[in-house]
């Protein structure tokens, strides 16, 4: 993403719904045209169709692909437990995204010229680029019970995506936000 070489997304898909069957991921849109890998499930299903005007099943990937491909959408209207990648060729972003509660882990390295993400921590330590240094201040905290950053990992150089948050990454930058706060007033429920 960063020297405008290429993207490539992949993913390794566990089904754990009865709609996780029939993803076909990365989910590939083509108008408007974007790729979509997510590890998770959409608690807010019939919501989403409804608010795409969709009609007919859809795997959850395809709905979350579909509805974060809209301009101005919101991450904060997908209720689930998922972290999703979803890369723009147009404008040539990439959107990671990590769920509101942080169920499912979201882990990502910069180098000058590449983003590297997964799910999965031992993913991200597998590829050759990588030295397999460890961050000796957060293991340090960590065995003094006293963890004080929710963005780090035991390895330096890999940096867990904060609980409703996205990063957007382009050729030129790359920004986090937090879409979703907590609001003790909102009431949220799932049917």
Avoid: K
């Avoid at 969709?54 to 395809?62: E, I, K, N, V, Y």
């Avoid at 301009?71 to 147009?90: E, K, T, V, Y």
């Avoid at 920004?175 to 049917?191: A, G, K, M, N, V």
Wanted: negative net charge; charged residues 25%; proline residues 8%.
């Amino acid at each position: 993403v960063r020297a405008g070489a290429g993207f490539c997304l992949g993913a390794d898909v566990r089904w754990t719904t009865p709609e996780s069957t029939q993803d076909g991921q990365p989910a590939v849109l083509t108008d408007p045209p974007c790729w979509l890998a997510l590890d998770g499930r959409l608690d807010n299903r019939d919501d989403i169709i409804g608010g795409l005007g969709a009609q007919g099943a859809r795997s959850d990937a395809d709905l979350v692909a579909r509805w974060l491909a809209r301009p101005h959408a919101d991450p904060a209207a997908l209720i689930g437990d998922f972290s999703l990648a979803m890369w723009d060729p147009r404008a040539r972003r990439l959107r990671l995204v990590r769920d509101a509660i942080g169920a499912r882990p979201l882990y990502y390295a910069e180098t000058p010229d590449v983003i590297w993400f997964a799910s999965s921590l031992a993913a991200m330590v597998l590829p050759g680029w990588y030295a397999r240094e460890p961050n000796e201040g957060f293991i340090a905290e960590c065995l003094a019970d006293a963890p004080a950053s929710v963005e780090e990992t035991p390895f330096a150089g890999i940096c867990r995506l904060p609980q409703g948050h996205l990063l957007e990454v382009t050729v030129s930058s790359a920004h986090r936000r937090q879409y979703w706060t907590l609001d003790l007033r909102e009431e949220r429920s799932i049917p």
